[in-house]
């Protein structure tokens, strides 16, 4: 059930209340029987998991890149045997 916040036009009393989507907004302070309207303020929402950017789905227009492979090593070269007779 949605939270609804409302402040008291009259006397700035604050307070907040559990209303359903079909039940009617609150008119009166219940405080000072003042007039009182809704309060509206940002909400935080934190989307988890993937499909929510618009990168998580989008084909690549780029061929890929291979992996740069590593330099072959030059190995030093054995050392020249020697006969000796």
């Given at each position: 059930m949605p939270t609804y916040q409302y402040a008291c036009?009259?006397?700035d009393h604050e307070f907040e209340?559990?209303?359903s989507?079909?039940?009617d907004s609150?008119?009166?302070c219940p405080e000072c029987?003042?007039?009182i309207?809704?309060?509206y303020s940002a909400v935080g929402v934190v989307f988890k998991g993937s499909g929510?950017?618009?990168?998580?789905s989008a084909k690549s227009s780029t061929a890929s890149v291979p992996a740069a492979?590593?330099?072959?090593?030059t190995a030093a070269a054995p050392p020249a045997s020697t006969k000796s007779d």
């Open positions: 036009t009259a006397c209340a559990f209303q989507f079909t039940e609150l008119t009166e029987k003042g007039e309207k809704k309060v929510f950017y618009k990168t998580d492979t590593p330099a072959p090593t």
